[in-house]
């Protein structure tokens, strides 16, 4: 096994992790805070929009069954990056996009996906940076739409369905 870590801020991350989820080969999700300035930040701070938080999910995969970038794919699917501090009807600084490396071959790859993402959009405002520092979400947060499935999730049923297409896509060209 390959195994890698990538962190990836996408607005909410309840709805976030549930799509990583759902990829073969992730082998973990975890929800937290990422590249903010205070030690141990609970959500209620977080939320205060004075931590420099993002919502990010801790994502854990084996580089032999999911690429980094089969992961980035689903992330751009379903985040809109034109917009500053926001997804959907989120707004706050924790809803930043943004994705976090911690290493120089992971760094190379993501920049890539964003040079041909930043085409596409006139306006491109998702985050590129080296982690600086993860705390794991508070317990109640983790795997929380499994644990409620009619939870709120910014991200739509149709983004969804297009995840889930997108991931059947790439199983097939592995075939």
Not at 11 to 31: I, R, S
Not at 117 to 146: G, M, N, S, W
Not at 152 to 166: A, D, N, R, T, W
Request: one cysteine or more.
């Amino acid at each position: 096994m390959n195994e890698k870590i990538i962190y990836m801020a996408g607005g909410c991350f309840w709805g976030t992790e549930k799509l990583f989820q759902a990829a073969d080969g992730v082998l973990e999700t975890t929800v937290g805070y990422a590249n903010g300035h205070t030690a141990n930040p609970t959500y209620k701070e977080v939320c205060t929009d004075t931590t420099g938080y993002r919502e990010t999910v801790e994502v854990r995969y084996d580089a032999d069954t999911v690429s980094l970038q089969t992961l980035l794919g689903i992330f751009f699917l379903c985040i809109d990056p034109t917009v500053t501090n926001r997804q959907g009807e989120d707004i706050g600084s924790q809803y930043q996009t943004g994705v976090y490396y911690t290493d120089e071959e992971s760094r190379k790859i993501i920049e890539e996906y964003f040079a041909k993402e930043r085409e596409k959009h006139e306006r491109f405002c998702t985050e590129l940076a080296p982690l600086q520092v993860f705390y794991p979400a508070e317990e109640y947060h983790q795997d929380y739409l499994i644990k409620n499935p009619e939870g709120y999730c910014h991200i739509s049923l149709h983004e969804m369905q297009k995840v889930k297409e997108f991931l059947e896509a790439v199983k097939g060209e592995r075939k």
